[in-house]
């Protein structure tokens, strides 16, 4: 009769993230922006600001923002700093799945309404402690492709 082997909770956990290498918490180190005529823009700064966090239970969310942000003059925003705060910032919550090298978000919630329900597809690339997802988009008036890379760095877990 054959014989059933049970796994260590710790040895579970080993098992998940070797098939798995997006699991955990990644910080943000860069948001690159090139256009099809080779144009790059960081449209969150050089230093961006932001976390990743990919779970077991393939959730997934993620915040970034410009590094040095307007602080509002008040508590309430004026609709001028309110605008300049939306457009320094992203953010999205949902699940995820993996299917080889591309992860799909598939949002719940986001900061862009126009978002929710979508699927966000990327490209996914680790080497070491860095998460580098990529997308093209084409313009759909112009058909000019414009290509994003965001490059996360591995939060290592508490000691």
Do not use: C
């Amino acid at each position: 009769m054959p014989r059933t082997k049970f796994m260590r909770s710790s040895e579970l956990a080993a098992v998940i993230v070797d098939n798995n290498p997006l699991l955990g918490t990644w910080k943000l180190k860069s948001y690159v922006v090139t256009t099809a005529a080779g144009e790059r823009s960081t449209p969150y700064g050089e230093n961006p600001e932001g976390y990743l966090t990919y779970s077991a239970d393939h959730r997934m969310q993620v915040i970034g923002a410009a590094n040095g942000r307007t602080v509002p003059a008040g508590a309430s925003p004026a609709d001028k700093e309110r605008v300049a705060l939306y457009d320094t910032m992203f953010a999205y919550a949902g699940t995820y799945s993996v299917e080889g090298g591309k992860v799909i978000h598939h949002v719940d919630i986001s900061w862009n309404e126009a978002w929710t329900g979508t699927e966000q597809i990327r490209l996914f690339e680790v080497n070491g402690t860095a998460l580098t997802l990529t997308t093209s988009i084409q313009d759909p008036a112009g058909g000019a492709e414009t290509h994003y890379a965001v490059v996360w760095e591995k939060v290592a877990g508490p000691r």
